[in-house]
Structures are given as C-alpha cells and as structure tokens.
C-alpha cells in the first residue's frame, strides 16, 4: 500500500517537472530568437554598466543556447510515464541534465516561478544591447591588429637571429684571418730569431737545421694564403670576403698538404732531438734562456711550443670553416664554394694522416740493421720461432706447388724493373770507380819529370809544356767534376736503393703471413694487424715504387749525360792547350787532311805495336819460368833425371794439399817426375808422380814442364882465359895485320842459358840463347850471384848463373 502511495507521488512529482520543463525550454527558445532579430542602435554601453562573468562571452552564451536547443530536442523524445521503470529511468536522465546544465551555464537553471524567467529574459536582453554586427567588426579589427602584431613580432625575430648568425659567421672569419696571421707571426719568431740565437752558440746544438726542416715551406703556404686575402682589400665584413678566402685555399690546397705532411712526417724527429737536448742541462738551460730573450711576449719554455703550432693549425682549418659554414645562410653567393673548402680541409687531413702513417711503416721497416750472431741469438723466442717457421713451411708449399702462390702482376713488373735498375746502377757505380782509379793512376805517373837527353829539341819542350798543363790543370780539374757530379750522386743513389730493397723483402714476409690467414673467417686482433701490415706495405710499395723507379732512371741519364759533357769540356781545354803549342809541333803546317791521314796511320802503327807487344808479353806470362833452384832441388832434379829422363820432369806451379789417400803434400816450385798420367781407374786428371822418394798422385792442372838447359850453367860469365890462348900469341913472331885485326875483336859472348822472367822493375827478361852485354859482374851490394846486363835496349839484373859465355869461333874461320 505504502509502494502504491510512493510510486503515485512519483508520477504526479515528474508530471509536475516535465510540464515546467516544456514551458521553460520553450520560453528560451523564444528568447533566442527575440535576440537573434531585434535590432538595437549601436551606442556605447553606460559607465556604470557591468556585465556578469556569466554573460561576458558570446561564445559561452551561444553554447547556452545550443544546450537549450538540445534539451528541446530530448523532450521530444520523452519516454512514456506509466510503469515505474520507465519513470526512474526518466527521473535519472533529468538530474543528470539538470546536472550538466548547471555546471555548463546558469541560464540552463530551471526557474521556479514564472517571474524569475520572465526577469531572466530581460537580463538576457539587457546584456545584448550592442548590436551583433558591431561586435563582429570590433572582434575582426582586433584579430588582425593581433595577427599582424605577431607577424611583425615574427619578423623582428627572424631578423635579428640573421643578425646574429652574421655576426657569428663574421666572427669566425675574423678569428680564421687573425689566428692565421698570428700563427705566421709566432713562426717567424722561432725560424728568425731563435733560430738565429741558436746558431750563434760556441758550439752550436747538434742536428740544429734538421729540427727546424720543412718548417720554411709551412710558413711560405701560410705567407702566400694571407696575401692572397689581402691583395683585394676586403675586410671580414664584406660579403666578397668569404668567396675570397674558399677560393685562395682551395687554390693552396695542394701546396698544403705537399708541405704540411713533410713537417708532420718529420715531427718525431724534431721531438727526438728536443729529448735530446734536454738530456744535456747547460745546453738545455742556454736554449731555455734564448727562447724567453727572444720572445719575451711569449711564455714559452721549449722549442716544441712553437714547433708544435703547424700540427696544430692544419687540424683546425676544418673547425674553422666548419663553425663559418654553421653560421652561413644557405641562400649565401658563396655557400657552395664554402662546403666544398670545408671537405677539401677534411679530406686532406685524412690524405695527410694516412701519408703519416706509410711513412711510419716505411721508416720502421726500411732500416737496415748490422746485428751480431749474439744480437740474433738474443732476440730468438717462442713467436719468433713460430713466424719464421710458419713462413719456411708456406715458402716451400709454394715450391713444391701445394699451395698457389698469390700473385699481383702490377707489383712484380715494378719489382723486376727495380732490379734491372739496381743492376745498372751497381755495374755504372763500378766502371765510373774504374775509371777515376785509372784516371789516378795516369796521373801519379809524371813523365814529364823523367830526362830523355834530348835537349834543345822543340818537340821534347813542347811534350814536356802540355803534359804539364794537362796533369796539374786540366786532368785534376776534370776528376774533380767526375767526382763530384758523377761518383757522389751514383755513390747516393746506391745507398737509396737500400730502402726499397729492404720493403720489398719485408712485403714478401708479411705475405707468407697474409696468405696463411687469409682463408679464415674471422681474424684475431693480432691477425688482423698482420693483415694490415701487409697491406700497408704493399700499397706504399706501388704507390711509391712507380716514382723511385722513375727519378733513379731520369737520374741515370742525366749522369751519363753529364759524363759525355766532361769530356766533351776535356777535349775543348785539350784543345786549347794544343793550339798555342801548335806551330812548334813538326806536323803543325800540314793540311788538315793531311794530318788527318797522318794521324790515322801513326794511331794504327801504334795500335799494331801495342798489339805486338802484348802478344811478347802473354806468351813471356803463359812460358814457365825456370827459377834458380837451390842445392837441395838441383840434387834432387840430378836424381829425378838419371831415374826417369829430362823429359820426365815437372814443376809443380802452386801449392798441393793431399784430399785423398795416396795423395802428396807438395809445395811451389818443387819438382817432380812422371810415372803414369793416369790413376788406377784411368782417371787422367790425377798423375801419379815420384817425388824423389815419395810417389803419389797430384792434379795434373797443378804442373808444368820443367825446361833445363842442356849443360850446366858456369858459375859466373867471366871465365879465365885458356893457357894455350897466351902461348900462342907468345910464339907469333910476325903477325898479319888481319890477324891483329881479328884478335882486336873478343872473341867470347855472354849469352843467356836459360829463360829468365823479370819480377820487378829492377829485372830484366831474357831468353834462352839471346846475347846480352854484361854491365856490371854484381850488384850494388857487391853480391856476385846477380849481375846487370843490358838486353834489347833494356837494362836490369839476373842472376849470375843464367848467363854463359860461348867461343865466336866460326866469325874468326870466316875471317
């Protein structure tokens, strides 16, 4: 009964509200339209006017109206009332939008009596006095007064960050265009006035020049950089400026690099040099104090703070033009010729670091080092032992044709043409040695000292004046020159070739390592850096080979072509030497083809003299030589003779050292008689010979036939006179005239017994049976057993028991 009462009530409470709800939405539609078309003069509002929080925004009025509107359009679609469930579901649906409404704008409150919407309305009609045109109008002026508000804002702010990107990007010219001008600045301190200081040291610092080498090329680039920017004339300010600059240091760029890797190369040395002096305190101390006289503006301690300045600056041309094209507009004239410097700086950083290294490996390999058996035994160990069996077991794979051999036709072509220079080179080297050697030995050879008893004729005079000229003017000249500008730079390029020699044995090392790996997958650390070593060699050795194969070859032509113009200069002073001798000379007022003629044949006449006597001298040198023999030889030479016959007799000509059994130890001279000239396996190399008393066999190239005369020598050329030659002339009572004319002849000769070879200067050749004249019966000591004769013009010594003395009897029949 009580839920029948409830729900009753219920009903008549949501009748009660839809039916104020439908007369309130339906009211403030009517509202909306009245504001919608009422027109009200645009006039000012009164001072004292004030608009509610509520109603201050035409936005948030119009949305008030949009949720009325919505409301009208849900209580279209009202459920029906009749059963409980549908009129809780409509009691909950009403305070949820009764719930919204509030929150969203109080015109949506439901009023409570019709007054107060009546009183609602006019509020709402009082605010909306201006007209809706003029609001717009008002609202759209001041929407673009904003726009361009913000425009221009806009505007200010882009300009002024292009105004500071140019100051920056002219700051980062002005500090390249300063710091290059100090950097040269600071150079020019240390090669001027340290260098200068330094020199002027009692003594001076060893190896002084080379730490100050290539730095002058440095500073030449860096002069001719800031000529180049100054030549126009133009500040940093001006935008030509920055075109200026990318395009002088492009046009430098090659000259860069050539100069800074020469310094860079070279650094360690000029670090190794400073350690050096610093080793040395009274040295180090007066460098010290020289650096800080000279630059006083300068804190500097050592010379590395100045010589370290080119490492440095050429690492920072690429920040520099790399923080000028950050702050660059893209839109810039010079943008792109910018860029394109900023990539060459950095590209030629990376050429000259890589050069740096080449040449790190190249000095490391390159040095030839003169170990001692102890030093190699000292450095054996385990790794060592591995590599270099590692590399014996790959070279003989490659032999045996196990293993292919890798093979770059490109590097054996430069490899072969290489030792082909090498070859040349060495066999130049030793002919150009030959020659000045020849050359000295002509000239310690003075003839002209030497007297020819021929004075008071012109053409000894004349002789004696130009050998005189030639050997103390022209002939030391010319073998100054050839020394100097032949031998010397041969002698230089010799000593280059061991660089090269040594890479490329270094580069076939490395690759019987490579090859042993180079089959794997994935490489150790230690691997990998074998691979590279490789490499490396291998790329610095055709990259440079090409260039060393091309300067020594241009420099071997150069020589020989300075050698032909030597002697082209020898023979033009020969020349003028011979011309102011020249009408003293008897063949002077020939015709010049005449003399010619005369020329050629007195040069082959004495081409065919030469070659006489060259063929005397080398059957003299090919002739045994018979020697004296001393007592024990001439006992034992009579034993072999009576034993084995003259014609059996042999002299060994060197010294014989037994190799076999049987054999005989035999030294020079000895002489010896043949049994059989050939051994038991009919060998005949092998002689078998009696040694007076010894038999053996010798080397049959080791003897020579001994040559005796037929009787014994005498034992001195001056024999007494016979008896019966002074009693003969006792009993000659009348003499005949012509009898007394033979007798004035002698009637004895002295001549040679046997072969004699002079040994010395102060010997004399003489052959069996040829007459010699006896001068004196000893020699200068009063030794009887040499005496010096006089044969075919020439004068020496021989020895006493080689000449004989034999009768002139069938000149005297004939008289």
Request: charged share 25%; proline share 6%; aromatic share 8%.
């Amino acid at each position: 009964m009580q839920q029948r009462l409830s729900s009753a009530a219920r009903r008549s409470t949501n009748d009660r509200i839809r039916k104020e709800d439908l007369s309130l939405l339906q009211l403030n539609q009517d509202f909306a339209e009245v504001i919608f078309t009422m027109e009200v003069p645009s006039r000012p509002p009164p001072s004292d006017f004030k608009l509610r929080k509520s109603a201050s925004s035409p936005l948030r009025y119009s949305g008030a109206i949009k949720k009325v509107s919505k409301k009208k359009q849900m209580g279209g679609n009202l459920p029906e009332y009749g059963n409980e469930e549908n009129d809780n579901q409509f009691e909950e649906n009403k305070l949820d939008t009764e719930e919204e409404t509030v929150e969203e704008s109080v015109f949506l409150k439901p009023p409570t009596d019709s007054s107060e919407v009546v009183d609602a309305a006019a509020h709402q009609i009082l605010i909306r006095l201006p007209s809706q045109d003029s609001f717009s109008e008002e609202s759209f002026v001041s929407e673009e007064r904003l726009a361009e508000e913000a425009k221009k804002k806009k505007e200010e702010e882009e300009a002024a960050a292009k105004e500071r990107q140019a100051q920056r990007q002219m700051m980062a010219i002005e500090e390249l265009a300063q710091s290059e001008k100090s950097y040269l600045r600071m150079l020019q301190i240390c090669t001027v006035n340290i260098r200068n200081n330094l020199q002027n040291l009692q003594p001076p610092p060893p190896n002084l020049d080379s730490v100050f080498l290539y730095i002058d090329e440095v500073m030449d680039v860096s002069g001719r950089l800031l000529s180049m920017l100054d030549q126009k004339q133009l500040t940093p300010e001006n935008p030509d400026f920055l075109e200026t600059l990318c395009t002088s240091f492009l046009s430098l760029s090659s000259d860069i690099e050539a100069a800074y890797k020469e310094y860079l190369r070279h650094y360690n040395h000029v670090s190794l040099v400073e350690n050096s002096y610093k080793q040395k305190e009274a040295l180090w101390n007066d460098i010290v104090t020289i650096i800080k006289t000279s630059a006083p503006e300068v804190n500097a301690t050592s010379l590395s703070f100045f010589l370290v300045m080119p490492v440095q600056r050429i690492a920072r041309y690429p920040l520099l033009l790399q923080t000028i094209q950050k702050h660059t507009d893209p839109s810039h004239p010079a943008y792109g010729l910018l860029e394109q410097t900023a990539h060459t700086s950095v590209a030629l950083n990376c050429r000259i670091n890589e050069y740096k290294r080449f040449r790190e490996v190249a000095d490391k390999y390159k040095k030839t080092e003169n170990l001692t058996i102890i030093d190699k035994i000292n450095r054996l160990n385990t790794h060592s032992i591995a590599k270099k069996t590692a590399r014996f077991s790959q070279h003989i794979k490659h032999e045996t044709g196990m293993v292919p051999k890798l093979v770059d036709e490109e590097f054996d072509a430069l490899e072969g043409f290489f030792n082909i220079l090498e070859d040349g080179i060495l066999v130049l080297l030793e002919n150009v040695e030959t020659y000045l050697l020849h050359l000295q030995r002509f000239l310690e050879c003075k003839t002209e000292e030497f007297d020819f008893d021929m004075d008071g004729e012109k053409t000894p005079i004349c002789y004696k004046e130009i050998n005189t000229a030639l050997r103390q003017w022209i002939l030391p000249m010319f073998e100054k020159r050839m020394r100097v500008l032949i031998y010397k730079p041969l002698c230089d390029l010799r000593d280059l070739l061991v660089g090269p020699k040594n890479l490329i044995r270094k580069r076939l090392h490395k690759l019987l390592d490579y090859e042993v790996i180079e089959g794997k997958s994935k490489l150790s650390y230690d691997e990998q850096a074998v691979a590279n070593a490789y490499k490396t060699i291998n790329t610095l050795l055709l990259n440079e080979l090409p260039r060393f194969n091309g300067l020594a070859l241009q420099m071997i032509w150069r020589m020989l072509g300075t050698f032909s113009c030597l002697h082209r200069d020898l023979a033009a002073d020969m020349e003028q030497v011979f011309q102011s001798f020249a009408q003293q000379l008897p063949h002077s007022s020939l015709h010049p083809k005449e003399f010619q003629e005369w020329v050629e044949s007195a040069v082959l006449e004495g081409a065919r003299q030469l070659e006489t006597l060259c063929q005397s001298v080398e059957e003299a040198l090919n002739a045994p030589a018979a020697q004296p023999l001393s007592p024990s030889s001439q006992r034992r030479l009579k034993q072999l003779t009576d034993k084995h016959g003259s014609g059996k007799i042999f002299q060994v000509t060197s010294t014989v050292v037994a190799t076999r059994d049987f054999d005989l130890n035999l030294t020079k001279g000895e002489l010896v008689a043949l049994i059989s000239e050939t051994d038991t396996r009919g060998d005949k190399r092998r002689w078998l010979v009696d040694a007076g008393g010894k038999k053996g066999y010798v080397a049959s190239s080791k003897l020579a036939r001994y040559h005796q005369a037929v009787e014994d020598p005498p034992p001195s050329p001056f024999l007494p006179m016979p008896a019966d030659m002074s009693g003969l002339r006792r009993h000659s009572c009348t003499p005949d005239p012509q009898l007394i004319q033979v007798t004035s002849r002698p009637l004895f000769q002295v001549i040679a017994a046997y072969d004699f070879t002079a040994r010395g200067n102060h010997e004399v050749s003489v052959h069996a049976g040829e007459p010699v004249r006896v001068l004196e019966p000893h020699d200068k000591r009063g030794n009887p057993e040499w005496s010096l004769v006089e044969a075919r013009g020439q004068r020496g010594y021989v020895p006493s028991n080689y000449l004989t003395r034999t009768p002139v009897i069938s000149s005297l029949g004939r008289q």
